[in-house]
C-alpha cells in the first residue's frame, strides 16, 4: 500500500527534472545544429573561394606566358627589335637633369640612340601640384621604324610608381610614336627614372641595344 504514493513522488520528481532539463537539451541541441550549419557554410564558400582564385590564378600565369612567349617570337623574327630606352620625368619644383634639358613642347619628345644608350628626350616635365592627366608623344627614330608594343619596365624603387596615379604607355597604332600617359598623385613632388620598353619593327638594318 505504501508502494503507490511513493511512486507517485518519484513519477513527479522525474517529470519536474525533465522539464527543468528539456530547455537546456533543446537549447544545446539547436546550437549544435547551427554550428553543424555554420561549418557546411563556411567549407562550401572557402572551397568556392579556392577554386575561384585557383582558376584565377592560373588565367593570369597563362596570359602572362602567352604574351612572354609572343614578344620572345616577335624579338627573333628579323625586323622585330627591341629597345630598352631611359626616360626622366620630374616635377617643375625639381631641377631637370642638366644634360637632357626640360621640354616644354608636347611634340619635341623623341626616343634614338645617344652616347647614354637609348634615351628618351629632353626630360619629361610635370607641373609641380597639379593631377591633371598629361600626356606625351614620342617619336622614335628613324622615321622607318613603326611601334609595335611598348610597356614600362617596374622600377628597382616602388615609390617611383607610387607617386602616380596613372602611368602607361601605348604605341600609336602604325606609327614611329608612342603616348606616355601621366597623371601625379596630389602634392607629390617627383623625380625618377624609367625604362620603356618598345618592340620595333625595322627594315633600317640597325642593332638594338
Known sequence: MAAGPHRSHLSLAVARYVKRILPVAIAVTAAGVCCIIAAYFCHFYYTLYRQASTNLEQSVDSRIKQLQWDVERLAKQRHFRPIRARVFISTTDKQPVDWLGAGTNPSEYQLG???MGWIIQP???LPAGSTALQEF???LWPLGTRVMVAWISPPGQPEAVAAFETFTVRP?????S??????????VSVKHEFTVVVLRDSNDGQQSD
Open 178 to 187: 608612342l603616348t606616355l600617359t601621366v597623371r601625379a598623385k596630389p602634392g
Open 123 to 125: 626630360e619629361l616635365r
Open 172 to 176: 600609336d597604332e602604325g606609327t614611329n
Open 137 to 139: 608623344k614620342i617619336n
Open 113 to 115: 640612340q645617344s652616347k
